[in-house]
């Protein structure tokens, strides 16, 4: 393959994640290192920054500068929830032309993913020269041909030391509490919150998550069961939890759509709330009370997983170094079988990774259709890494 | 003053901290230097655990259990909200009488303290022999005679990173954020959320108190306003904000009370789903999103202010201390004038702490209604420690 001189474009997308820019750092350092990349533009709010024509001179940031950056959640370029037109990629290819950009760098979840495979294929079909790669990044985690995704460790140590604490407030003052935790479609953040349990009889005693038909009622069983052994219940919940035919139980009271056609489910307490209005109904259980934990998740300040630090950093330079390779494609992280924690990085064909996402592994997911196997604790326990330790009174 | 011999019983009661069990521990490290104190009971879940003789020998803790359980948030014995009778002190006298109890230590607010107030009235009343001593501790740092409260620093610091996050989050994706914060008649933590400010245009752009009545018609007209301007706005908001004729504006909907009479704020989404409902009815702004922080504030492992953590200890330990000059009381918390942060601990009248609550100081709530003064920043700064440190690109 031949390799062309040129400009490049780094730009973000979709929703942030607390190591984001660690992947951005990584492909601008690495960049640097390759004669064949002159100017490197950073397209602000995603293609949206390429329509508008919204660059920064990424060449100007100092290294120190970089590093900060680095160590900063949420998309230090902005970010866009935007899907190309035909149109649009008439245009981007216009402005791309213009300043001799022929690398193009998309950082983001499945559905950045099919906007660079859209562009991509478009860029091929009217003849434009464009080296078009996916960095993957998502906490959700539902990234197809990766063992995980950069950002999901430590949204999941977020989870888990949020989960921690409640368990611990839970135990001190009794009742039920539900953590709404975010996942549309897959469970492996909700699931996350197994973490949490440290000493027997520890929350959260049920988990609930997008893959399992949610009933409304076996619920409010589960729950009174939970009370009836322990005293008092934690229940870790999906914002994404839908009933058998599918349909988000949130979705009955809200209807805000993206422009990928998703339902917002974040941002809102309603799905708590209904949850919880469900069991004071249908229950005699005096203290019922349902945090949503929203944005915290994924742009809290202070609450990293070194192994995603450390990821994220490395699929940006991966990506760069891929250029000399190939046209396209996105970067996956597959973790290698060995008795240690060891992964490596392949390139994959964009549209393997684009649109369509994955979901939690039925060996993930407890026969009780409300917890997780000691399989997932397995998995995922080097993918968030050391949690604070908590203590507990031997005489109780 | 003669000094008694008995045991102790030392116990927890209302909302959870982050550093309660620092106090915990305290105590029970100090009071084992004191030979007039014999056995040391915890009580479980505050005096419902005296009523049940539901006790704990916490002579049978290693030191080194106790350390770990120190830096262990959300209250080790167990809480409770239980404002006692007098039938309910007859009784707890009969209990403590039983198990020569002479010393009771109650850590907690100033519902606590109350009840630490009528057990000691009662107490005399009867003529039983009992050294009462309320350890003072509340994230919403609203305890009269303090500077600041144990409980406090820390949660205003995870409210201060959750904002700096989510203000990382709002810069990226647009539109309006609103927070919702712990805080029933004190703003204290909300006002936390402005030490989340590192560059200019950064949020919280504006700050709303339950000290300051509120409107909202006014807070649509700040909010577009301040959209207009920075083409984005985070809000800080807290969960007490009340109508000017004292109506707690999410009251309208809720009617749960505990059993000091207090309605329920936490635990519930409505707030923020209120006021966004109200911006999306007002407003063309696209994209309105709310979080209320709940009980992440008071129980978050990993997220702990070091002044609050040397503090929580230290009212626990010169609460003992107090037990060798005074019959009862509350440890207080002053701020030295001085050029460093300095403070003292002082032994204060427990009706002085007791039911009534401080509210913020006027010189600290900005003239424009929604936002504090540099003043408080001031005031708040050492309280919290450092933050983490966030970067931005220098070409935006």
Known sequence: METIRGNMVIAQS???????????????QEAKKHHHIDKIFGSLHGIKGILEENFVDLRLESDENLEKIAKTPSSALGSVRMKPTKDDCGKIFEILKKHDVRYFYYIGGNDSAETVYIINEEAQSVGYDLRSFHIPKTIDNDLRENDHTPGFGSAAKFVASALMGDNLDNRALGGVKIDVIMGRHAGFLTGAA???RVFPGDGPHLIYLPEVPFSTEQFVKDVQ???????RCVVAVSEGIADENGKPIVAKLLNETDSHGNVQLSGTGA??????AELKEKTDIARVRADTFGYLQRSFVGCV??????????VGVEAVKASLIAES???AIRRVDSDEYK?????????????????MAAE???????????????????????????????GI
């Open 194 to 196: 197994a973490l949490a």
């Open 225 to 231: 069961e939970v009370v009836d052994a322990h005293g």
């Open 364 to 394: 993930f997911i407890a026969e009780n259709g409300h917890d997780v196997t000691p399989k997932f604790i397995e998995y995922l326990k080097p993918i968030v890494g050391d949690l604070p330790e908590v203590g507990k009174l031997v």
């Open 343 to 359: 992964i490596e990085y392949e390139l994959v064909p964009l549209k393997n990774v684009a649109k369509d996402t994955k979901h």
């Open 305 to 314: 997983s070194e192994n995603d630090v450390i990821e994220a950093r490395q």
């Open 329 to 331: 494609g996105s970067i």
């Open 14 to 28: 979709g929703g942030p994640t607390m190591v984001i820019n660690q992947s951005l750092v990584g492909i601008l």
């Open 271 to 276: 799905l708590g709330d209904i949850l919880v």
